[in-house]
């Protein structure tokens, strides 16, 4: 597999039209949405990144992929293209920002691209400022269905690393939660790792913000321990449905992927 990706043969032919920028900052270069063959799809180029990562999100999305899990992002394909001839395309050409910042430094480089299912909706972000979405049915299937998308990957060996707000997304016209971004993920060999416990205490986080309805740009000048102690204070004090899950996953203590297993069931039982 690995080898695969890194024998590649650069392309020059671009298939994409309707090019949309959905996220200039990522820290692989930029997200797009883009038309190929008459349908949207989002699209990964990569520009600043070290191979490393390109091989191990290639990986992790290989093997997450064969689980057939509509929660976890679609992988479609991914590419070897000439960047002068992605400069060239309408959507670059026409994006004055995207063509300063990149064209000097890109120019004689081949950059990778990875596909993607496009989906309409909202990020958890967004989400909670979105009365008609927002409400107790949707919210509890978010959360089965986030946790479930992790359990997959945490049994399939791999931490995703980025567990945010911004990277789930819920599918509006599907109704379903999308576990998104695996630029950081990591396959592991083992099922006991500190890495599984910070993914777990960062759902305890998103699960906080999409009920608390407070977003992470609350806890901006908190630190991290003051940033858990606030929640844990939140949920004592509010005492939702969800008031001991949420607790359970941002003070767990455990490296086991165990854990993981639990918080499903207990997620499973309560649905």
């Known amino acids: 597999m690995m080898s695969k990706i890194l024998s590649l043969k650069t392309e020059t032919l671009i298939p994409y039209s309707s090019f949309e920028v959905i996220d200039q900052d990522s820290s692989c270069g930029l997200v797009a949405k883009v038309k190929k063959n008459g349908e949207f799809i989002a699209i990964k180029i990569f520009l600043n990144f070290e191979l490393n990562q390109l091989i191990s999100e290639y990986k992790c999305l290989h093997i997450l992929n064969s689980k057939k899990s509509k929660n976890i992002v679609k992988f479609r394909a991914a590419h070897k293209y000439d960047f002068k001839s992605l400069l060239d395309t309408e959507g670059f050409k026409t994006n004055k920002a ?16 990875f596909e ?6 909202f990020n958890l972000e967004d989400i909670i400022y979105c009365e008609p979405l927002y409400n107790a049915r949707n919210v509890h299937k978010i959360i089965f269905e986030l946790v479930n998308a992790l359990k997959l990957c945490h049994n399939s060996k791999i931490v995703h690393h980025d ?11 599907n109704k379903m939660t999308v576990l998104l ?3 950081n993920a990591e396959l592991k060999k083992s099922n006991y ?3 599984y416990r910070e993914d777990i205490i960062m759902l305890g986080r998103v699960l906080y913000y999409l009920i608390s309805k407070k977003t ?11 940033k858990q102690q606030i929640m844990i204070e939140d949920m004592d004090e509010c005492k939702c449905y969800y008031t001991n899950l949420i607790k ?4 767990e203590t455990s490296c086991c992927n165990d854990a993981i297993n639990l918080i499903y069931n ?4 309560n649905k």
């Open 163 to 173: 567990l945010s707000s911004k990277n789930v997304f819920f599918d509006s016209e």
């Open 266 to 269: 207990w997620v499973l039982f």
């Open 98 to 113: 995207l063509n300063e910042r990149y064209n000097s430094a890109y120019v004689s480089s081949d950059i990778y691209v």
């Open 181 to 183: 971004d695996f630029g």
């Open 116 to 121: 993607f299912d496009y989906y309409y909706g």
């Open 248 to 251: 359970k996953c941002i003070t």
């Open 193 to 195: 790792d500190q890495l």
């Open 216 to 226: 992470s740009d609350y806890f901006s000048e908190f630190t991290c321990n003051e």
